[in-house]
Every structure is written in C-alpha cells, then in structure tokens.
C-alpha cells in the first residue's frame, strides 16, 4: 500500500530532551516536506527537501533541522524542544515539486506535547 | 495579510443541501489549487485539484476558479454528515520565492445537520 509511515503517532517529552520524529515514503516520491498544524493557523511549512541531500526552510524553520539521507526517508529533529513546539507535525511528499496533479500524501500524523 | 485566506466557519449545513465553501489567495501568478479535507485529529486528504478558469466536477464535488479575481471555491452537494470536517484551500505559488511550495489556508469547518 502507498502511504508516507510518521513515527510516533504521539509523543510528550521534556524541554530540552532531542527528539526525533521519524517519516518515511514508499512510493519514490522526490519532494517530501514537514507542516506543524496550529489551531487557527493552518499548516505551515517547516522544511522540504526536493531529492535526496537537498533541503530547504519552509515558513517556520527554527528550532527543526532535517536530513535527506535516502529518498524513502526524511525524519525531523527537535535539538532543544521548548514548549512552543507543541503542536501536531504532519509528514508529506509527493512525486515532484509543485505537488502535480495528485497534490500531496500525508501521514497519520504526529502529536507532540512539551513540558 | 495571509497567503491564503479562508472562512473559518463553522459552515452549518442541512443535509442533503450543497455546503459552498470559499477561498481566495495573494499570489496573482499562483497555478495550481486543491481542495483537502481533514476530519479532526487526521491527516489532509486530496479531494479536488483545479488548475484552469472554470468548474471541475467530481462526484458530489465541484471546484471552481477565477483567476482574475484570485478566488477558488468548492461546492460539495447533497450534504452527507459524513461531509462534517475540515476543508483546506492549498495554492502552489508561481513567484521564484513560492514555486513548488504548497500554501494553506486554516480551513474552514462544515457541519452538516441531520
């Protein structure tokens, strides 16, 4: 079945502790991107990644990093959450930049709570 | 002003009558559209992709653009409970600082009344 796989579904941890949150694509998709969904916000983009080794920031970049090692995989990584991360992460990807006509395919998503 | 603007709701709906749902955007050199739908505490899911002047029709489901004046919007007909989420408007801008990056609107929530 194609899906993109985020790993956990939900996490709760303490200021400061690194944390990874993990996403991965089965359908050889180029672009996979990050969104943090805030009530009243929307989503809103924290990294994409157009292939492999190749990054970029998105609207809300700070305090995240992220790594395109393979194709299938692009994890994002919390160094020092603070309590302003809490939020619900969504992994995407799609076939190509620009989404194309099938737009994009999200994960299950991640919820992440910092005390 | 936001990229992508919507009415936040909620849309209340009778059932079985068509639920109008709204969006406009910023970017006048925008190029692709779509519609998602996300049910509370889900993932968005792809309903409708519009990419010319005009309505597209799937199903129950209609979407339509104006590109002149910088306005999508999604018909759904014959309201289903089922039909109670969250619609998203998304955009791909077409300026060199846009291109390829999907831009949401914060969703507008329908419900749907019995």
């Known amino acids: 079945e194609a899906q993109v796989t985020q790993n956990p579904r939900y996490l709760i941890t303490v200021t400061g502790k690194k944390l990874t949150v993990t996403c991965s694509q089965n359908m050889n998709h180029e672009y996979m991107s990050w969104y943090r969904q805030d009530p009243g916000l929307g989503l809103r983009q924290i990294y994409y990644s157009m292939n492999v080794e190749v990054t970029d920031k998105g609207d809300v970049p700070e305090g995240y990093k992220v790594s395109r090692k393979e194709k299938r995989n692009f994890p994002l990584i919390l160094e020092s959450p603070s309590p302003n991360q809490t939020s619900l992460y969504f992994c995407?990807?799609?076939?190509?930049?620009?989404?194309?006509?099938?737009?994009?395919?999200f994960g299950s998503g991640t919820r992440l709570t910092v005390v | 002003q936001k990229e992508v603007e919507q009415n936040s709701g909620p849309l209340s709906v009778p059932e079985g009558a068509i639920a109008s749902l709204n969006c406009t955007y910023s970017d006048r050199g925008s190029q692709s559209f779509f519609w998602y739908r996300q049910y509370s505490g889900k993932s968005p899911e792809l309903i409708m992709s519009?990419?010319?002047?005009g309505d597209k029709e799937d199903g129950r489901f209609t979407a339509q653009l104006n590109k002149a004046s910088q306005y999508v919007s999604l018909l759904i007909r014959d309201s289903q409970p089922s039909d109670s989420a969250t619609y998203l408007c998304?955009?791909?801008?077409?300026?060199?600082?846009?291109?390829?990056?999907?831009?949401f609107g914060a969703g507008t929530q329908v419900v749907v009344t019995p």
């Open positions: 995407a990807s799609s076939l190509v930049q620009g989404a194309g006509k099938n737009g994009y395919t």
């Open positions: 519009i990419y010319s002047n």
């Open positions: 998304a955009v791909i801008g077409g300026t060199t600082d846009s291109w390829g990056k999907l831009q």
